[in-house]
């Protein structure tokens, strides 16, 4: 017999796997969106079903500018926002319309991994930066600018994956100047930046930026919930412009007429603003649990920081460690991560693991990571 | 005042845009998805609000796979179905994974419009091909492959936007085994398939396919509501798995598991199925309205073929007339078109007009077309 399968991941019932980078599963906000549902389709407004208007819904665009205006700490306009279905969709359609095959992308090294495989199905060359615990190295960028320029630098800057590193307000007004100087586009993955657990972050590199040169990403996934596929990319109205008169949005319509409907609803409730702040008090709770576990199961055998907020820890283990070959040992204790090789531009990266918090309880987190430590721990 | 916008057309009320290529707005089902959506959303099962599976939900497939088997006349496997946000996006996707930039595209003359930006985007070269009033020219085809050699073989066998043909079921034959002679891949636009309202056209173009040569790309957008943004590109399993391993879908999750778990129970109450044929009897009536107002607006000033299924009529007037130069006239009394020129690969079409009969009801469609008459009858 088949099994059928509905989601992306779904491990068996006897493994942890800790690799997984996705939202809690008892987390999912089921009972919020059938309310937001039947209220929404109650009555005879039934746009919602048309094409829609290719930078989006206008009043959901509105919603959606109200709410990051409150977290954010700066007026965002409704003119500068477009929808997409996700931050993935976000950054291949900036990808398709700021860039030619053949064009160079830095990246922070680690980065996310993903983003990887869409600058390859775009045909873009990537260039790997130095980062330390606080991102990018503005210097080491310096320095390679001097030799070659970039179409795009992307980067996340806040809660980075997988490193959990925040950029800080210095080194973003930096990375902007540089932008201007250099004649690049930044594109600011920023879908963790509402996820802070104990400090608060910069504001998002939109802030620094007054001459178009940042374009963000961000998506309901982290926030709210994947399945829904819907993102936002900010930027100025000429770039969105340009972005809305591609051939996939102008063949396609706008990008998820129905699903944003419904959550213009929950915005407008103020729903997103109770059950973020819910999602952030179960997250601050996972780390900890994670970080204790770590420090009692691995001891110094695991360096790493504790994250502020996101989704991820990033621990560093003996260099003569390799966890992509060790994974099969850990999976054996019915234990998995991401090894750090997946974050690597350039095959590097062998002695780190990425850990996420965000999908399992704290008890099952801890179980977790005392099985990582009988493959890892002090002593092993 | 700023007008929010919502749709992506939204003509004033003075207007009957006859250029508009959706449907119409007072048959989206409203009702319909309401209760489909309190249905799933009753219970516990969260699912649908996770990362989807990468080639979609495995229940919404099935239910696909069964629906487009009682249509389509063959057995369809739902191992070969994946699941995209309309069939713009499985163009796209399909382009990303089987072609490179530079690669050649070979479409009939006229094609759908948004197609070529689609391909425009993806630096794909288009050559266009001959056709006749029942498609693509068979042997015009095989003297240019003689000269060289497509990635791609991009048409709309049934229905076609805009001319309304459909390809016989001989030539449908002809070009698979064109595709396999000379080693390129078809890719069959079927979103008007089962929008026949005469007589029925023949099964979708894989029928033909022993050899994986057909990509098919369809769409709930002109069966249901393309709100929903819900499409699905039927293909081999091998082929399904490349596109399920390109960066955007392995970044982003599954396509639209939210909304494709709506339509799943849409699927299997047979509530689809009621819908189709209610839609196809008001198109068919609206078929009838529009081809006795041309005839008697119109007159020997037009030449057309009443279609048999799909969205359109494609009006040729004399070789004289430039409907892109004569729009403005035309708004100016009120009505609205496509010229011609839209739907060629090189500038050409132009006495052409494409005329969309689903958008408005009957009374209105013969009002637009009394208004057509004004500009472009006879004697006029």
Same mark, same amino acid.
């Given at each position: 017999?088949?099994?059928?399968?509905?989601?992306?991941?779904?491990?068996?019932?006897?493994?942890?796997?800790?690799?997984?980078?996705?939202?809690? *599963?008892?987390?999912?906000? +089921?009972?919020?969106? /059938?309310? #937001?549902?039947?209220?929404? &389709? !109650?009555?005879?407004?039934?746009? $919602?079903?048309?094409?829609?208007?290719?930078?989006?819904?206008?009043?959901?665009?509105?919603?959606?500018?109200?709410?990051?205006?409150?977290?954010?700490?700066?007026?965002?306009?409704?003119?500068?926002?477009?929808?997409?279905?996700?931050?993935?969709?976000?950054?291949?359609?900036?990808?398709?319309?700021?860039?030619?095959?053949?064009?160079?992308?830095?990246?922070?090294?680690?980065?996310?991994?993903?983003?990887?495989?869409?600058?390859?199905?775009?045909?873009?060359?990537?260039?790997?930066?130095?980062?330390?615990?606080?991102?990018?190295?503005?210097?080491?960028?310096?320095?390679?600018?001097?030799?070659?320029?970039?179409?795009?630098?992307?980067?996340?800057?806040?809660?980075?994956? *997988?490193?959990?590193?925040? +950029?800080?307000?210095? /080194?973003? #007004?930096?990375?902007?100047? &540089? !932008?201007?100087?250099?004649?690049? $586009?930044?594109?600011?993955?920023?879908?963790?930046?509402?996820?802070?657990?104990?400090?608060?972050?910069?504001?998002?590199?939109?802030?620094?930026?007054?001459?178009?040169?940042?374009?963000?990403?961000?998506?309901?996934?982290?926030?709210?919930?994947?399945?829904?596929?819907?993102?936002?990319?900010?930027?100025?109205?000429?770039?969105?412009?340009?972005?809305?008169?591609?051939?996939?949005?102008?063949?396609?319509?706008?990008?998820?007429?129905?699903?944003?409907?419904?959550?213009?609803?929950?915005?407008?409730?103020?729903?997103?603003?109770?059950?973020?702040?819910?999602?952030?008090?179960?997250?601050?709770?996972?780390?900890?649990?994670?970080?204790?576990?770590?420090?009692?199961?691995?001891?110094?055998?695991?360096?790493?920081?504790?994250?502020?907020?996101?989704?991820?820890?990033?621990?560093?283990?003996?260099?003569?460690?390799?966890?992509?070959?060790?994974?099969?040992?850990?999976?054996?204790?019915?234990?998995?991560?991401?090894?750090?090789?997946?974050?690597?531009?350039?095959?590097?990266?062998?002695?780190?693991?990425?850990?996420?918090?965000?999908?399992?309880?704290?008890?099952?987190?801890?179980?977790?990571?005392?099985?990582?430590?009988?493959?890892?721990?002090?002593?092993?």
């Amino acid at each position: 017999m088949t099994t059928i399968r509905t989601t992306q991941s779904s491990p068996d019932a006897a493994t942890i796997d800790l690799g997984i980078g996705q939202p809690g *599963p008892d987390l999912l906000p +089921l009972a919020l969106l /059938r309310e #937001a549902t039947a209220m929404r &389709l !109650a009555g005879d407004d039934a746009t $919602l079903l048309s094409y829609g208007y290719e930078l989006g819904d206008g009043y959901f665009r509105r919603a959606l500018g109200a709410f990051l205006t409150a977290h954010y700490g700066f007026a965002l306009d409704p003119e500068s926002l477009m929808v997409t279905t996700g931050s993935s969709q976000g950054l291949d359609l900036i990808c398709s319309c700021f860039t030619e095959p053949g064009d160079t992308v830095f990246v922070g090294e680690p980065t996310y991994f993903l983003a990887l495989r869409i600058f390859a199905d775009r045909h873009l060359r990537v260039v790997g930066l130095p980062v330390d615990e606080q991102g990018i190295v503005i210097e080491a960028l310096e320095e390679r600018l001097a030799a070659e320029r970039p179409a795009l630098l992307y980067l996340v800057p806040t809660f980075q994956n *997988p490193s959990g590193a925040t +950029l800080p307000a210095e /080194r973003r #007004a930096k990375l902007v100047a &540089l !932008a201007e100087a250099f004649d690049f $586009l930044i594109v600011a993955d920023e879908v963790y930046q509402l996820l802070s657990y104990t400090v608060l972050p910069p504001p998002p590199l939109a802030h620094y930026d007054n001459g178009g040169r940042v374009l963000s990403v961000g998506s309901f996934s982290k926030i709210l919930a994947p399945g829904l596929r819907l993102g936002w990319i900010q930027a100025t109205p000429v770039q969105l412009q340009r972005i809305a008169g591609s051939g996939l949005l102008d063949s396609g319509g706008g990008l998820n007429p129905f699903t944003s409907n419904l959550v213009k609803v929950v915005l407008e409730k103020g729903w997103q603003d109770d059950y973020l702040n819910g999602l952030k008090e179960v997250y601050g709770r996972r780390v900890e649990a994670m970080a204790t576990a770590l420090r009692r199961e691995l001891g110094a055998a695991a360096d790493f920081n504790v994250p502020h907020g996101g989704f991820f820890f990033w621990v560093r283990l003996a260099p003569s460690v390799d966890t992509e070959r060790l994974l099969p040992r850990a999976q054996a204790q019915g234990v998995g991560f991401k090894p750090g090789i997946h974050f690597s531009s350039r095959g590097a990266l062998r002695n780190y693991m990425r850990l996420c918090f965000a999908y399992y309880d704290e008890a099952t987190i801890a179980t977790g990571v005392a099985r990582l430590g009988s493959v890892f721990g002090n002593g092993v």
